[in-house]
């Protein structure tokens, strides 16, 4: 891997925060304490003794250690050590495979996984970057969206003509979750093991799962009799679920029914010291940019791994947003457009470019990125061989995630903001139980009794969990929002949006529309309007994958979407109560942290709905043409 940087202003800073890592010998401190640590266990260590136990592991109120986090690098520095992982691994998949024909006599064809986050974006990237091409169609089941699973179950009946029981009886179930209280993967298995049972099939041979003993997830599957897997194939718990990838079973189980060559997957995980070394050196430079005040790294992929945008975000922002001082946004999903960028001489200039590209394979943005180092803005070019693995280029994000902790002397295995959202979701899912209904719960009514509101067409407006309101109620609904938006952005709270949408956007042709309308929306106001980037994404997969950095770090104007109307799945009594559960939680968890979030509420994602949408943001953006709201933007922050 070559690694060349442009405009890296000041130099100097880099340098020092990569001479850091020679200086202080932290490569050979972190494998001398994943050797101490296999070899005489967690009992031994303290937060005081050193900054790796601090930033990596996880620790209580009196420093003693309790889960060590390194697994993410001590896996790969075992593969050499563990020539039959892979043929291991391989057995493992066959032997899935031989318990689904021996049950029901017929051929494993579908994989529904079930998790959230970092049990769940590798699969999606892996599909993505076509690696799940062969052997098995592979669907992640990442969200409690009861459409998620209804569309998923009618794309193989229209692709295959299958009937539901055919269907199950080929299906292998996974449910992944390594945190005690991630209840998603509950539901969706608990849903499709309703279905085996309302059709009289079978379920033990198409079950298992991989979670922390004693967990919500374990508690459930245990009784039923499912199969628990160890996740790490050294029988060990040390990965958190984002750093899954590329090594613990949870990621190369997929890979394994798919066919992969998981020899060469294995040993592309394990990184040499020099690009170890480049990894620390990518560190130091966004380190650098961040001080001066360039957090928002642009991601320019390769065609080969353009499917590899939110995991790599999510690895950077949920192990990194939790500080206020220090952030890194990963834009992802962006078509590279200078006209969208404040000059690089402007003060106010937030962006840094990171391009990935393959030695001999064009880049697809190859003229803007030459004209991005031309303009002056900062610019990180990795350039990988051609016949660069994947797993390779996942070992060295992860690498450089860890350097930009240990530069940040900041914790980059825990998830705080992720389990706040949580832990609100399941005090209203538990409400919502008891008071019959979703519909029925504190924060529903609080939120469709509010004054703080406004309707537009088919969608309403709420900002009733804004910490500070100047509403201007004489104004339409999309110029409130605008002018709400212009509040934030005047005061200094705002250098970004988030746009997320709770409802099934890959197989459902309505969510999929719906984050078209979305995407254009974003780009109209946040990118063009407002020059800042904007993600625009699915809920609430989006609140394992980055919502930590938007509760931890902020400086994001929130605008969470769903419909009126929700689907539902009767055959497997699935409602979109915990769904609902979560579009509530997410905004409540935003407030308790004195974020800005407000809500959009369609009527329902039919055509007249959606377009009401999508004038909704279009008049949005109309409102910051006035020259009197341009001045607001260029001075701010």
Not at 584 to 607: C, K, M, N, S
Request: charged content about 25%.
């Amino acid at each position: 891997m070559r690694l060349s940087l442009a405009n890296d202003l000041p130099e100097t800073l880099s340098l020092r925060h990569f001479e850091r890592f020679q200086r202080e010998r932290v490569l050979e401190r972190l494998r001398s304490l994943d050797e101490r640590v296999r070899r005489q266990g967690l009992q031994s260590l303290h937060a005081d003794d050193d900054l790796l136990i601090r930033i990596g592991m996880e620790t209580d109120s009196q420093g003693r250690v309790t889960k060590n986090g390194y697994g993410v690098f001590s896996l790969s520095w075992q593969v050499p050590e563990h020539p039959e992982w892979p043929e291991m691994i391989a057995r493992e998949a066959a032997e899935l495979r031989a318990r689904v024909r021996q049950a029901h006599r017929v051929n494993l064809r579908y994989l529904f996984w079930c998790g959230m986050g970092g049990s769940a974006e590798d699969k999606t990237m892996y599909q993505s970057v076509g690696l799940l091409r062969r052997g098995i169609r592979c669907y992640v089941v990442d969200s409690t969206d009861p459409a998620k699973l209804k569309w998923i179950l009618e794309d193989i009946r229209r692709r295959d003509g299958r009937t539901l029981p055919e269907i199950l009886r080929r299906a292998l179930v996974v449910g992944m979750a390594m945190g005690m209280t991630s209840y998603e993967p509950v539901v969706n298995l608990e849903k499709l093991a309703t279905l085996y049972d309302r059709h009289r099939l079978s379920s033990e041979a198409n079950f298992l799962y991989m979670t922390l003993p004693g967990s919500l997830l374990d508690q459930f599957a245990a009784k039923r009799g499912y199969r628990r897997i160890e996740l790490q194939p050294d029988g060990a718990n040390t990965t958190a679920g984002r750093h899954s990838g590329p090594l613990t079973r949870g990621s190369l189980y997929p890979l394994a029914l798919a066919g992969v060559d998981l020899r060469a997957w294995m040993n592309g995980a394990v990184l040499g010291d020099s690009q170890i070394s480049t990894a620390w050196r990518l560190a130091a430079f966004l380190q650098a940019q961040s001080e001066a005040g360039r957090d928002k790294v642009t991601l320019l992929l390769p065609r080969r791994w353009k499917g590899a945008g939110i995991w790599t975000k999510q690895d950077f922002e949920e192990s990194l947003g939790k500080s206020e001082r220090f952030g890194i946004k990963i834009v992802v999903g962006e078509r590279p457009k200078l006209a969208n960028y404040r000059s690089p001489r402007d003060p106010r200039q937030d962006r840094v470019f990171l391009a990935v590209q393959a030695s001999g394979e064009p880049h697809p943005d190859a003229a803007k990125i030459t004209r991005l180092r031309l303009a002056g803005y900062p610019l990180a070019v990795l350039t990988v061989p051609a016949n660069c693995l994947l797993s390779t280029y996942m070992q060295f994000i992860h690498y450089t995630v860890f350097g930009l902790a240990y530069l940040r002397e900041m914790n980059f295995v825990t998830q705080p903001g992720v389990e706040l959202y949580k832990s609100v979701a399941a005090e209203i899912h538990a409400e919502a139980r008891q008071a019959g209904g979703i519909r029925q719960t504190q924060a529903w009514r609080q939120m469709m009794e509010t004054t703080q509101r406004a309707r537009f067409g088919r969608v309403t407006l709420y900002y009733h969990l804004l910490p500070q309101v100047n509403e201007a109620r004489s104004l339409p609904a999309p110029e409130r929002y605008a002018r709400l938006l212009e509040q934030e952005i005047a005061a200094g709270r705002v250098r970004y949006g988030e746009l997320t949408f709770f409802g099934d956007t890959r197989y459902w042709p309505r969510g999929v529309e719906a984050l078209r309308v979305l995407n254009k929306g974003g780009e109209q106001l946040f990118r063009v309007r407002l020059r800042m980037p904007v993600d625009v994404y699915e809920g609430p997969a989006m609140n394992h994958s980055y919502h930590e950095m938007i509760i931890g770090h902020g400086g994001c104007f929130s605008t969470i979407v769903a419909s009126l109307k929700q689907e539902e799945l009767p055959a497997a009594g699935y409602t979109a109560d915990y769904h609902l559960a979560q579009f509530l939680a997410t905004q409540i968890a935003l407030a308790r942290r004195g974020r800005p979030v407000v809500a959009l509420l369609l009527d329902d994602l039919e055509e007249e709905s959606l377009a009401s949408l999508a004038e909704f943001f279009h008049r949005a953006a109309a409102w910051w043409r006035e020259p009197a709201r341009r001045t607001v933007v260029a001075g701010a922050f």
